[in-house]
């Protein structure tokens, strides 16, 4: 996994953080945002993950770019985080935000094929 996986799924990265930039500008509330982050930023890369096995940098990436929109950022300098990603992308019903994580739902993806 060097480069030149990293350099296939670059687009993947580019699509989330062209949307993401798109949405910084707007004073969104917290529930605009998590549609936002639901409905596209984690909805992008779908097709791939369920084809490919994304790098865990990647994924990394990918989970460090929702972040940083849901916390947000105020003249350039990141806000704290209040809650941890583990509890972020917990189920909704047991306390969490229902978030994805982008690797462990990559090989959800790709064992139900192998399924």
């Not at 949307?19 to 605009?32: F, H, K, P, V, Y």
């Not at 779908?46 to 105020?74: A, D, Q």
């Not at 992308?89 to 229902?98: D, E, S």
Request: one cysteine or more.
């Amino acid at each position: 996994m060097g480069a030149s996986t990293n350099g296939a799924f670059k687009y993947l990265k580019d699509r989330i953080w062209k949307r993401i930039q798109g949405w910084i500008e707007n004073c969104l509330s917290a529930g605009g945002k998590e549609v936002l982050i639901k409905a596209v930023a984690q909805a992008i890369p779908t097709y791939s993950m369920s084809c490919f096995k994304l790098p865990r940098g990647l994924c990394e990436h990918i989970n460090g770019i929702v972040r940083s929109f849901w916390w947000g950022s105020k003249d350039g300098k990141r806000k704290p985080c209040w809650v941890a990603w583990d509890d972020m992308i917990r189920p909704k019903r047991w306390g969490g935000l229902g978030f994805r994580d982008i690797e462990l739902f990559n090989l959800a993806l790709l064992a139900r094929q192998a399924w």
